[in-house]
């Protein structure tokens, strides 16, 4: 099955699309994935600036929400239609949406809901596909954090792998899922990825840039350690797992406000030190469960300064491994699982781990919305698949086959 993987995530700059070659084998339960290339646009300058503009801790109308959500929807169905032109020859079965998450509402530890836009009709009418879209609700309705829901198809890729291996995804938020050798997996949000790093560049420069590039700043500058340890002494980090969080913490006036009573400090010194905070916070995350490798994607592996630090806090325990192992490349593995997950809730199977986001049990996810070329489901199977492997080139890869060496 054709399918296309839509997503926009919490640094909420363009739109991607991944297009994968979906067959599950009747014999051994084994998903086996043929990526079929990757497209992204970026958001329309005004459409980005009006998402800012309404996301917390700024205040927002129902009128901005709607215009928001028909927007997103357009943009997101713009970027479909194009993938399936291009990468799957007018032709794919199923489009995936995982839409812009604008607000995550959490208390005392547990997520109440969580509101991602991108009204799918407009998917559905422009691509003539089915979409299968709101994945995250139906596990926060079974007392789960609806995230991170990739940990599902993190722990098929990393099944079969020696020691302890881990995934992690550096986003506007960082994530990640480890597999321990006895016992359950876990995963959890562990803290901002990008964006602190993205606030601190937005504020230095007056909205001039939107991030570090090359890590640049964060490389001409040095650690602020007092500013590190009141950074490091937010509560979040001490949470248990699994927990989740977003944006609604972690944003510019949370920044401002932690600055206080430091004075003036040099603009390189700030970047390096809020890009050394996720660094650190990914690191300790890492530790407890003995994590013996991580296989990292999502933007933040474009910062070269962040990825220093990070394997710096992680030398001698954990091997800083790139994602294209397991034979995803860094920017386009979110945007591939959830062709996984919108194929899996097409094929009535679960799509969360419960035991990583804290859901009750497993859970079909999502809504589908049917396309003017008519709905077919496909026979309902019992059989989840336990293992993804992902077929390329070179041959198939992943599911304990990647190949060795550091990847940085």
């Not at 640094?11 to 297009?19: G, K, L, M, R």
């Not at 090359?214 to 009141?230: I, K, Q, S, Y």
């Not at 070329?373 to 304990?400: E, I, K």
């Amino acid at each position: 099955m054709r399918v296309i993987g839509l997503m926009s995530g919490t640094s909420y700059d363009a739109v991607d699309a991944a297009a994968a070659d979906l067959e599950l084998s009747a014999e051994d339960g084994t998903l086996h994935l043929t990526p079929l290339g990757t497209v992204s646009e970026p958001y329309a300058h005004d459409v980005r600036a009006a998402l800012a503009a309404a996301l917390p801790p700024a205040a927002t109308t129902l009128a901005d929400v709607c215009r928001l959500d028909t927007r997103i929807g357009q943009a997101f169905a713009a970027v479909a239609a194009r993938a399936d032109r291009e990468l799957c020859a007018g032709r794919a079965e199923l489009i995936a949406s995982h839409g812009q998450t604008v607000y995550h509402w959490t208390e005392d530890g547990r997520v109440r809901g969580t509101l991602q836009l991108g009204q799918p009709a407009w998917i559905a009418e422009l691509s003539g596909c089915p979409v299968v879209s709101d994945f995250r609700p139906r596990d926060v309705a079974a007392g789960g954090q609806g995230a991170p829901l990739v940990s599902l198809v993190d722990l098929m890729l990393l099944r079969g792998r020696p020691g302890v291996p881990a995934a992690l995804n550096i986003g506007g938020i960082a994530n990640v899922t480890v597999l321990p050798e006895a016992g359950d997996p876990v995963a959890f949000d562990t803290g901002p990825g990008n964006a602190l790093i993205d606030a601190a560049v937005g504020e230095l420069t007056a909205g001039r840039l939107a991030y570090d590039e090359d890590g640049a700043l964060a490389a001409a500058g040095n650690v602020h350690e007092e500013l590190l340890e009141r950074l490091l002494a937010e509560p979040y980090y001490r949470m248990p797992a699994p927990r989740t969080t977003g944006k609604e913490l972690f944003h510019a006036d949370y920044l401002r406000a932690r600055l206080a009573g430091f004075g003036e400090l040099r603009p390189q010194d700030l970047v390096a030190t809020v890009t050394r905070l996720t660094a650190r916070t990914v690191a300790e995350a890492l530790r407890p469960p003995g994590a013996t490798e991580v296989f990292v994607s999502g933007g933040g592996v474009r910062n070269p300064t962040l990825m220093a630090m990070l394997r710096e806090e992680l030398e001698g325990t954990t091997t800083v491994r790139a994602s294209r192992e397991l034979g995803l490349e860094a920017g386009a593995k979110e945007a591939y699982a959830f062709a996984v997950l919108g194929f899996l809730t097409l094929h009535g199977l679960p799509g969360n781990a419960p035991g990583c986001t804290g859901a009750v049990g497993p859970r079909v996810l999502g809504s589908l919305t049917p396309g003017s070329r008519g709905l077919c489901l496909p026979a309902r199977t019992d059989r989840a698949p336990h293992v993804l492997t992902v077929r390329g080139p070179a041959g198939p890869v992943g599911s304990g086959t990647a190949a060795s060496g550091s990847g940085w």
